[in-house]
T-cell receptor, first 111, second 114 residues
């Protein structure tokens, strides 16, 4: 069974602070996706990383895929209240196009 | 496109009753996924289909759960009989063929079994 562990599970910070969320597994994935989910809604894709070592930036969000394609990180610079939500990493099972989701990180950014 | 459409949004039922959740995927998508989300277990993949054919149902918790996809535009997840531990939010998602493609989620069905 493939498991994706995220840390931390909960994070409560002030507006303007920086943070990093980690997503770790012992399995290799063909791609790694990050989603954000808001209350009452389904997860929405933020980014997909495919190549080991790949770094992608989306405004204040920076995503990195580990060299061995087993882990990933999400860094947010100068967090804002609008960043509040549940962040989920998801690994794509090689050759099967099914996503295994991580345990999730619940982020609260206070003004 | 209207996105992935799930119904009902909320369902409250008594233990032992049959529950049917419905999903209409995005037109043209080849894959359909059913997930269950709880605080304790997170987002779990129950079953997924490719071109209406079930590919992997290893996540279906028990024989009480069944899923069908009679055509490309409709899928159901049925629980019979339902139990209180089935209470969760059930999501349907669809995606196109191809590695790394985005999964589009519906708004979910919040199921409460009392």
């Amino acid at each position: 069974t493939q498991l994706l562990e995220q840390s931390p599970q909960f994070l409560s910070i002030q507006e303007g602070e920086n943070l990093t969320v980690y997503c770790n597994s012992s399995s290799v994935f063909s791609s790694l996706q990050w989603y954000r989910q808001e209350p009452g809604e389904g997860p929405v894709l933020l980014v997909t990383v495919v190549t080991g070592g790949e770094v992608k930036k989306l405004k204040r969000l920076t995503f990195q895929f580990g060299d061995a394609r087993k882990d990933s990180s999400l860094h947010i610079t100068a967090a804002q209240p609008g960043d509040t939500g549940l962040y989920l990493c998801a690994g794509e099972d090689t050759g099967f196009q099914k996503l295994v989701f991580g345990t999730g990180t619940r982020l609260l950014v206070s003004p | 496109d209207a996105g992935v459409i799930q119904s009902p949004r909320h369902e409250v039922t008594e233990m032992g009753q049959e529950v049917t959740l419905r999903c209409k995927p995005i037109s043209g998508h080849d894959y359909l996924f059913w997930y269950r989300q709880t605080m304790m277990r997170g987002l779990e993949l129950l079953i997924y289909f490719n071109n209406n054919v079930p590919i992997d149902d290893s996540g279906m918790p028990e024989d009480r759960f069944s899923a069908k996809m009679p055509n490309a535009s409709f899928s159901t997840l049925k629980i019979q009989p339902s139990e209180p531990r089935d209470s969760a939010v059930y999501f349907c998602a669809s995606s196109r063929e191809g590695a790394g493609t985005e999964a589009f989620f519906g708004q979910g069905t919040r199921l409460t079994v009392v």
